[in-house]
């Protein structure tokens, strides 16, 4: 069985910062991609950002240039590093991971249980 387990959340003001991080545990071995997306109310979820363990990286254009996702493979983790954050992007974060391998086999569509981010003006 994996997990995904979030942290970092909270609540900051317009242009202040926050790191996320979700890690995986489990008897994975290895994560395709791992990414993050986010959903305000009455919204859809949307893909802010994800990263595969060779180093692409895609982005949201609302993100571009004010946020960064990294990974440290070893340690399954990935982290989003907000900056520059905007009332806009207040919404619940959810990690996900696609493609984690375990020695029997492949799990896909994997969700943490979310964290809240808080943006105010």
């Known amino acids: 069985q994996v997990q995904l387990v979030e942290s970092g959340g909270g609540l900051v003001q317009a242009g202040g910062s926050l790191r996320l991080s979700c890690t995986a545990s489990g008897s994975t071995f290895s994560i395709d991609v791992m990414g993050w997306y986010r959903q305000a109310p009455g919204k859809q979820r949307e893909l802010v950002a994800s990263a595969t363990s060779g180093g692409n990286r895609i982005y949201a254009d609302s993100v571009k240039g004010r946020f960064t996702i990294f990974r440290d493979n070893a340690k399954k983790t990935v982290y989003l590093q907000m900056n520059n954050l905007r009332p806009e992007d207040t919404a619940v974060y959810y990690c996900?991971?696609?493609?984690?391998?375990?020695?029997?086999?492949?799990?896909?569509?994997?969700w943490g249980q979310g964290t809240q981010v808080t943006v105010s003006s």
């Open positions: 996900n991971a696609e493609g984690a391998y375990t020695l029997t086999r492949v799990l896909r569509d994997l």
